[in-house]
C-alpha cells in the first residue's frame, strides 16, 4: 500500500517566500533556502515550490534558485509555475527538479500534458487544477494564477488530465486557501473518487486535524500546506507524528527526539 506523504509548499512572489490567502500573495515571509533548510530536516516526504509571480519576465531566476535548493534537498522536488514548454519543463529538470507542476497552459493546449508524459514520463509531470465556485455556485476550474474562469467542470478535467497522461494531481481550492478552516472535503472527494491516480490536497491548513481529514475523508493520497508550516517550529515534524498517531500509514521519523534546528533564529526569519 502506497504511503501517505506530508508535502509542505513554499510559494514564491518575486524570489520571496510569501503568505498566500485566496491566491493573494502579500506578506513576505522568508527567503526559499531557509525554508527548504528546515522542512529537508523534518519528516517531510517531498518539497512543492511554486512561483507565483505575476509576470514571466520576474521569475528569470527561477531555474537558479531550484538549481540552489536542489543540492540542499533530500526528496523529492516538485516545481511549478509558468511553466509553459518542453523547453521549460528540461530546464527545470536540469536546475534539479523531480517533477514538474503544469497548470494554465495545460488547460491551453492539453497536448501540452500527453507531449510532456511521453517524454519525460508519467512519474514526472504533476496537472495543478485550481478551482473555486463560479457565480452559480459550482464548482469551476480557473487558470492564470487563479484569475481566469475557464468553464471546466474540475471532475471532468481530472479525469482528462489523468488520460492525457499526468501521473498526480495536485488540487486547490481557491476559496479554502489560506483560511485556515480545512480542505475543501467535498471537492476533494469529487476528485479523488473520479481518477486513479494520486491526488495532493492543498489549501485551507489551519490544524494538525486538517490534515488528518484530507485523508480519512476526502481520500487524497497526500495532503499539503504552506502558510501553517512557517510559523511553528519543527512544525512538519509535529504534523507527521499527528498522522502516524491517527492510524495513517505514513513513513515515520524517529519520534523520540525533536530534531534541533539547524538555525537557533528560525523564528526570526519567519
Not at 12 to 20: A, D, F, H, P, R
Not at 157 to 169: P, S, T
Request: glycine residues 8%; proline residues 4%.
Amino acid at each position: 500500500m502506497l504511503k501517505n506523504r506530508l508535502i509542505p509548499v513554499v510559494i514564491l512572489n518575486n524570489n520571496n517566500v510569501v503568505q498566500s490567502i485566496n491566491f493573494k500573495h502579500t506578506n513576505v515571509i522568508g527567503n526559499a533556502i531557509t525554508a527548504v533548510d528546515f522542512f529537508n530536516s523534518w519528516a517531510v516526504d517531498e518539497i512543492i515550490i511554486i512561483d507565483a509571480s505575476r509576470t514571466k519576465s520576474k521569475r528569470e531566476d527561477f531555474p537558479k534558485i531550484i538549481e540552489g535548493l536542489s543540492k540542499r534537498c533530500f526528496v523529492p522536488l516538485s516545481v511549478g509555475g509558468w511553466v509553459e514548454s518542453i523547453e521549460d519543463i528540461d530546464n527545470l529538470l536540469r536546475s534539479g527538479a523531480d517533477k514538474i507542476i503544469i497548470n494554465t497552459q495545460g488547460i491551453i493546449n492539453p497536448n501540452f500534458i500527453r507531449n510532456a508524459a511521453k517524454k519525460f514520463g508519467s512519474q514526472c509531470i504533476v496537472s495543478s487544477i485550481d478551482v473555486k465556485k463560479n457565480e452559480k455556485q459550482e464548482y469551476e476550474v480557473f487558470a492564470d494564477r487563479g484569475r481566469k474562469a475557464t468553464g471546466l467542470n474540475p471532475v471532468e478535467w481530472a479525469r482528462e488530465c489523468e488520460k492525457l497522461g499526468c501521473g498526480e494531481i495536485f488540487l486547490t481550492s481557491i476559496d479554502y486557501e489560506g483560511r485556515k478552516k480545512g480542505y475543501d472535503i467535498e471537492l476533494l472527494k469529487k476528485i479523488t473518487g473520479s481518477v486513479d491516480i494520486p491526488v495532493i490536497a492543498f489549501g485551507g491548513v489551519g490544524k494538525w486535524e486538517h490534515l488528518v481529514d484530507g485523508i480519512k475523508e476526502g481520500n487524497a493520497n497526500a495532503v499539503s500546506a504552506a502558510n501553517i508550516f512557517h510559523y511553528t517550529e519543527h512544525s512538519t515534524f509535529h504534523a507527521k507524528k499527528f498522522l502516524a498517531d491517527a492510524g495513517l500509514n505514513v513513513r515515520k521519523p524517529d519520534f523520540y527526539e525533536v530534531p534541533t534546528p539547524r538555525n537557533p533564529k528560525y523564528e526570526e526569519i519567519f
